[in-house]
């Protein structure tokens, strides 16, 4: 069985700095895509940003030049620098990834997700 936990999320100050991370475990053959997704207090989920494992990332535009993506897939981990937060950023930060379990198929996996609030 594959799990996704994360760690990381806290309560910042505007133009504060937090890193999130997320570790992949279980019964994994390969990784594929890596990212990071929130949910804004009454909205949807949205993509923040996501990294293949070759390496493409695609930021949404709200937090480019902010928040840092990488990856270290010997411990199949991906991480979320956020740098200059704003209020907006406010929101619960669930780790994302599309991974082949071994004897399985590529499938979607998500994380329990993390609080991260930014107060102004």
Partial sequence: QVQLVESGGDSVQAGGSLRLSCAASGSIFSINTMGWY????????????????????????????????????????VYLQMNSLKPED?????????????????????GQGTQVTVSS
């Fill in 90 to 110: 406010t929101a619960v930060y669930y780790c994302h990834a599309l991974i082949v379990p071994r004897a399985s198929i590529l499938a979607h996996y998500w």
């Fill in 38 to 77: 929130r949910q804004p207090p009454g909205k949807q989920r949205e993509l923040v940003v996501e990294s293949t494992s070759g390496g493409v990332t695609n930021y949404a535009d709200s937090v480019k030049g902010r928040f840092t993506i990488s990856r270290d897939n010997a411990k199949n981990t």
